[in-house]
């Protein structure tokens, strides 16, 4: 059996949390890719995208290109069957007002309060924060999926975020390619490790205090 790639893990471990019924936003870059890891089992599932389209079906071939057809992330898409288009505004008030049952974002950094910061870098260019900051407050659960360090093996799983946040203590977990944390009451709690991965590993790439509750 081919070893899973980092990537990989990630994208498994984030499609379980995935459940029939769901209206889900997925964001942009990595995120995209959690709807190809979902069980199977998984049925009447909804993808919201914040410029105007609920029911996201999957990336087109060539003989189904589309250019006015995208997601937020400007990605050519297609529609599933019983899909919805509406404009920008009424997006955003499905999201503000609670609509959507589950957001996979990408992280930069995740504090161990559960901040996040993920829409920008100082001194590089910003097309815009998107939909991110309502999506953290507005979305019933917040997953975050990242890789643990950077690639210069410094910990993005942080004491305190460096860059700007997205938002304060929104995060309801976080997977990376090491382990899953949850948030609980501002305590970062460690639930599982990744196949292949030790608590030691966890421990020294981790710069963030969390509480161990593996059981």
Do not use: W
Not at 42 to 63: C, H, K, M, R
Not at 98 to 116: F, K, Q, R, W, Y
Not at 189 to 205: M, N, P
């Amino acid at each position: 059996m081919t070893e899973l790639t980092p990537k990989e893990k990630i994208l498994l471990r984030a499609g379980r949390e995935i459940k029939s019924d769901m209206y889900i936003n997925l964001g942009i870059g990595m995120p995209t890719l959690v709807a190809n890891a979902m069980p199977e089992s998984v049925e009447n599932v909804y993808f919201q995208s914040e410029n105007g389209l609920l029911g996201i079906g999957p990336y087109p071939t060539e003989d189904e290109l589309d250019p006015d057809l995208i997601n937020a992330g400007k990605e050519t898409v297609t529609v599933a069957k019983g899909a919805s288009y509406f404009d920008n505004a009424e997006s955003f008030a499905m999201i503000r007002g609670g609509h959507i049952d589950l957001a996979i974002l990408g992280g930069m950094e995740v504090s161990e309060t559960g901040d996040l910061a993920n829409y920008m870098i100082p001194g590089k260019l910003v097309k815009g924060m998107g939909g991110a900051m309502d999506l953290v407050v507005g979305a019933k659960k917040v997953v975050v999926i990242k890789f643990h360090t950077n690639k210069h093996g410094a910990s993005k799983v942080k004491k305190q975020c460096d860059l700007p946040l997205t938002g304060a203590g929104v995060v309801s977990r976080l997977i990376t390619d090491l382990a899953v944390f949850d948030f609980i009451d501002g305590q970062m709690r460690l639930v599982e490790l990744q196949d292949g991965v030790t608590l030691k590993e966890v421990e020294d790439k981790t710069e963030a205090h969390f509480v161990n509750c593996l059981k």
